[in-house]
């Protein structure tokens, strides 16, 4: 059994910040790449950043526009995301998503969480 679990979503203003964690937990050989996405009312679910767990490379979406850090935990199990000078238009439910073998698997599988609210408002 895996699971993903996110945590540090809430009610910030304008400008705030806010730090997003994400933890994978259960039976796992090893951890691909983490990554956040963001489903915003009336728009697709976009990528905001992923980093991949095995080679600390990153990439970030174009919206993100250097307000944004992704970077790894403790273990190659914890991603976490600062967020920085947020807009009303961040507003929305952030998603972390996974891609891990899990032990005694050769096969890549993913992984969402159930995903935390952000809300960005005066």
């Known amino acids: 059994q895996v699971q993903v679990v996110e945590s540090g979503g809430g009610l910030v203003q304008p400008g705030g910040s806010l730090k997003l964690s994400c933890e994978v937990r259960?039976?796992?050989?090893?951890?691909?790449?983490m990554a956040w996405y963001r489903q915003v009312p009336g728009i697709q679910r976009e990528l905001i950043a992923e980093?991949?767990?095995?080679?600390?490379?990153?990439s970030y979406g174009d919206f993100v526009k250097g307000r944004f850090r992704i970077s790894g935990g403790t273990t190659k199990k914890l991603m976490n995301l600062d967020m920085n000078n947020l807009e009303t238009e961040d507003t929305g439910v952030y998603f972390c998503?996974?891609?891990?073998?899990?032990?005694?698997?050769?096969?890549?599988?993913?992984?969402w969480g159930q995903g935390t609210q952000v809300t960005v408002a005066s």
């Open positions: 998503n996974v891609h891990l073998f899990r032990s005694g698997s050769r096969t890549r599988a993913t992984y």
């Open positions: 259960g039976d796992v050989a090893s951890v691909i790449v």
């Open positions: 980093l991949n767990q095995q080679n600390g490379q990153t």
